[in-house]
């Protein structure tokens, strides 16, 4: 394959990285606003009554994470923040699967999967992201590996320096030279 053509594999998969990061984003703010503006209706259909606070609270943390997504120029660190919320609401449906009763532990177990669905979308979207970034820094980096820095080889700098002078602005002024070693 051409360097060309992998160029260009490599742009489209970046591109389609983005898009599914986008997309993330987006779905991240939908849901944030159905678990803020109707924290009951769905603590209630899956069995987590009580827990309404709780659902409000992650749906601005999913707001603020489909925002960041959108908004930030790197999107790997609220995806990553995403992947953690994930593992909170797996561990707050278990919760609702383990205290529902009939259709609301049916509903808990649907949202488990499709939450480990979401989570799994997340993590390799979030590989993606990190592996695009070793690429860019890769191709950014600069090898000094055949340098080191001397003119010349080491033998023949040897004593090079031997006849150097400090110049005089570079010396400690007199009257800040210590007592006895002004000359």
Not at 8 to 27: K, P
Request: hydrophobic share 40%.
């Amino acid at each position: 394959m051409s360097g060309r053509a992998a160029r260009r594999r490599g742009e489209r998969r970046a591109d389609t990285t983005l898009g599914l990061a986008q997309g993330l984003g987006w779905f991240s703010i939908g849901l944030g606003l159905a678990e803020l503006l109707a924290p009951h209706a769905v603590s209630r259909s899956l069995g987590l009554r009580g827990h309404e606070k709780l659902i409000a609270g992650y749906g601005v943390r999913e707001i603020v994470a489909g925002v960041g997504i959108l908004a930030s120029r790197d999107p790997t660190p609220w995806i990553w923040g995403r992947v953690a919320g994930d593992a909170l609401d797996i561990g707050t449906l278990a919760g609702g699967l383990a205290t529902g009763r009939g259709r609301e532990r049916g509903n808990a177990g649907l949202a488990i999967a499709a939450v480990a669905g979401v989570t799994l979308l997340d993590v390799l979207c979030g590989r993606a992201l990190g592996e695009r970034k070793i690429t860019e820094r890769k191709r950014l980096a600069r090898d000094y590996g055949d340098r080191r820095g001397m003119p010349k080889p080491a033998e023949a700098m040897r004593g090079a320096a031997r006849d150097f002078e400090v110049p005089r602005d570079f010396r400690i002024p007199d009257p800040l030279r210590p007592w006895g070693s002004a000359a």
